[in-house]
Each structure stands twice: as structure tokens, then as C-alpha cells.
């Protein structure tokens, strides 16, 4: 493999950690400066990631389509390229105790280091994302073996995250440069260790905690940096129960594709549960992943049965449920056996639930999602969903 990691563009200052970027005007939050295809990968930082594989194949019905490690040649990272649908997941741990994936796993247990997304000129994505303020984390870089050029940039989010830019539009191997094919790779049709997956088609949003005061912060990030704009605001007022609260915000890309709705605590009675996540992972990051599916029946059942564990609502949720969202497609009773949810706004109707969070940490955790027509996130679902989340966070001794 050769690496040429060019110079195509200047650095213009690093920042601090504390750094947030300035509040901003509307003026600048309409125009695409940073077309984005769609997403690319999300990377998750593990302490052992042979184990994550085998729980996100067997558990979630992923595939490993490609592996970097010590065979590869690959020195201080072990990855496994995980896939199903248009959804790839990443799987990284360090060999080394000194390298920044044993960092963030020591402090922030198994989470999300990086969110990538596809762009058509990384470089040039870097650029226009650092001169409205973001922070520079890789300057754009090429990698080039015998399958073509990867191109790739990235820059700093809340907490330890990473935004990364990726160009694989002339890149034609397996994942990227250093990476083999397993189980007959992206487009395999066989093999054994192939999963015909559970239903899971695409990520439809990736959702944020950041600490109280700075959702604003955020969101004026991904509207100067990236040309996101608002879609929806949820204040404490749709999102509270008697104990705890939060408030969200949802930022779009130009073309829509991309959602990262942004949390942060509120003040309630008891802890909020985006504070119990700030706390254990030690800082912001990404708290869900919403994983769609064409029938969420079908891949919650298969979950279910391969040991996923979700939240669950009272049944008394189901009772009236028909009043509450009018006629849908699914059998109720069938919702109510697997604890699926259902919400509707003026677009039509989602069907939605929540996993347990994946690790020992009450940190990330995935959402699974059907939608016809509506374009929301589960708002009328906010509170059942809540007092569940409750009763879980006191289990752990932390509401
Ligand atoms: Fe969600």
C-alpha cells in the first residue's frame, strides 16, 4: 500500500478542545456549500472489536465484508467492516495501549468515534467546513493501492467525535486501502459467514447528547460549518415526564439525507437520562443510531430472538392506540407482543422502538424505525417512552 498523504490544503489553526463555534445568523444556513451523497460508515471504537463482530452479526445480522488487523499488515488497529442494507459499520480497537482508540475506550466505553459521510471532493469538503470554523482532525488525505484512490478528510464534533469526509468514487477494493475482502466482500452472494441480515436498510438518523447550554452551540456547528438547517425543535415541554427532561433539536443537510438530532439535558426532578449518558460516557457523543427497516415486525421478532433486548412500554400503551393514531397497516396486537411503538404527524405514520444501550455503559443504544410518510422522530411516543428510560436508569441507581 502506498500512502500519500498530500498537502492539498493548510490547517488554519488548531483549537482548543473547548472551543465551540460562534452563534450565527440565518443568512448563511440556506446554501449547499457541502453537498453531502449520503452516509458512508460509522466507526465505533471497542475494546475488543473480533467480539463487537461476532454480537453485530449474530445479534443484529451484519455481515463482515472486509478486515484490517495484523495479518493485513495493519500494526496498532484491528477493524472489522460490518454490513446490511446501505447501513456499514465499522469496528475498530487498538492493538497498543498508547494509541487514541485505547484513549477514547478507556474513557468513553465502546462508542461512536467517527460518523462518515460520503462526499464528492473530501478536500474540498475539509475546506469549506474549516473556513467557517470547524476544527481540522485529518487534512485531506489520499490512500492508493492497485484498486484506485481514497480520498478522505475529517474534522472534530462534540465531544471526541469525528466528522470524516469520505470520496470513494474512484476507489474500487474492498472498503479501503489495507483492507480485505471477507465473506466475499460488499457484494458477496455467499459464503459461510455471511448473514442474510434482519431487514435493517439504511441509517436514518444519528442522534447527539451534549452537555446543558450547548445544544445551541451545536446546532449553529452544523448550520456555519456544514450548511445543515434546522428541521424540528422539541422543547422540555414536549419531552419531559414528572422527573426528568430534555430538548432536542433536528439538523438536516441541503439535500436531506442526513438528520443529527441534538440533545441536551433539562432541568427535572430527577436526572435527566441525556445527564446519566454525559456522565458515563465522560463527555458528548453520539447516543443513538436509528436503523430503518421495510417491516419492522419481521426484523424486531428476528432481533428478538437473536438476544436483542429493547425498551418496553406498558401495555396499557396499546389500549387505546388506534384512537391516539388512526388506522394502520400492522396488526396491533402483533405491536403490542413486540413492544413496538407508533406515532403520526400530518405526513402519515412511523413505527418505532429503542434497544437497551449495546454496552455496559448506559451510553449508546440503536432505534429501529419504519416510516409511512411521516417525517418525524416519535414525538407523540416521547413520554411512555421516557417513563420506560426511567425505570431502567433507576434499575442502575442513577435517576
Ligand atoms: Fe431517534
Redesign the pocket.
Known amino acids: 500500500m502506498t500512502v500519500y498523504p498530500s498537502q492539498l490544503v493548510q490547517i488554519r489553526e488548531i483549537r482548543g478542545k473547548n472551543w465551540f463555534p460562534p452563534i450565527l445568523k440565518e443568512s448563511t444556513m440556506s446554501e449547499d456549500f457541502l453537498p453531502i451523497k449520503g452516509m458512508d460508515h460509522v466507526e465505533f471504537y471497542v475494546g475488543n472489536a473480533k467480539q463487537a463482530a461476532h454480537f453485530y452479526r449474530t445479534a443484529f445480522g451484519f455481515t463482515n465484508t472486509a478486515y484490517a488487523g495484523l495479518e493485513t499488515g495493519s500494526r496498532k488497529v484491528a477493524s472489522y467492516v460490518m454490513e446490511q442494507g446501505n447501513i456499514r459499520l465499522v469496528l475498530s480497537c487498538a492493538l497498543t495501549p498508547d494509541h487514541p482508540i485505547a484513549r477514547h475506550t478507556h474513557l468513553h466505553g465502546d462508542g461512536v468515534g467517527v460518523i462518515a459521510v460520503e462526499v464528492p471532493d473530501a478536500a474540498d469538503a475539509y475546506l469549506q467546513a474549516t473556513k467557517r470554523g470547524a476544527t481540522g482532525a485529518i487534512k485531506p488525505t489520499e490512500l492508493e493501492d492497485e484498486h484506485g484512490v481514497y480520498r478522505f478528510s475529517a474534522i472534530r464534533c462534540y465531544g471526541d467525535t469525528l466528522i470524516k469526509f469520505v470520496d470513494r468514487a474512484n476507489y474500487h477494493g474492498p472498503y479501503a486501502p489495507g483492507f480485505v475482502a471477507r465473506n466475499g466482500g460488499s457484494n458477496g452472494r455467499t459464503g459461510r459467514g455471511r448473514h442474510k441480515g434482519v431487514g435493517l436498510a439504511a441509517i436514518?438518523?444519528m442522534?447527539g447528547n451534549v452537555e446543558l447550554g450547548a445544544m445551541n452551540r451545536w446546532v449553529n456547528f452544523f448550520a456555519e460549518t456544514m450548511g445543515f438547517s434546522q428541521l424540528i425543535h422539541f422543547d422540555d415541554q414536549d419531552i419531559s415526564t414528572e422527573y426528568s427532561a430534555l430538548m432536542s433539536k433536528v439538523m438536516q443537510n441541503g439535500n436531506g439525507k442526513i438528520k443529527f438530532?441534538i440533545n441536551e439535558p433539562a432541568e427535572g426532578k430527577k436526572k435527566s437520562q441525556i445527564q446519566e449518558y454525559l456522565d458515563f460516557y465522560y463527555g458528548p457523543g453520539v447516543q443513538?443510531i436509528?436503523c430503518s427497516t421495510g417491516n419492522i415486525i419481521e426484523t424486531v421478532s428476528q432481533l428478538r430472538d437473536n438476544g436483542v433486548e429493547f425498551l418496553r412500554v406498558p401495555t396499557t400503551y396499546y389500549d387505546d392506540l388506534e384512537a391516539r393514531v388512526g388506522k394502520i397497516n400492522e396488526p396491533i396486537d402483533q405491536l403490542a407482543e413486540l413492544g413496538i411503538l407508533v406515532d403520526r404527524d400530518d405526513e402519515g405514520y412511523l413505527l418505532?422502538i429503542?434497544t437497551k444501550p449495546v454496552e455496559d455503559r448506559p451510553t449508546v443504544f440503536f432505534?429501529i424505525?419504519e416510516r409511512h410518510g411521516a417525517r418525524g422522530?416519535?414525538k407523540g411516543n416521547f413520554k411512555a417512552l421516557f417513563e420506560s428510560l426511567e425505570r431502567e436508569q433507576a434499575l442502575r441507581g442513577n435517576l
Request: net charge negative.
Open positions: 436514518d438518523h442522534v438530532p443513538h436509528a418505532q429503542f432505534e424505525i422522530f416519535g
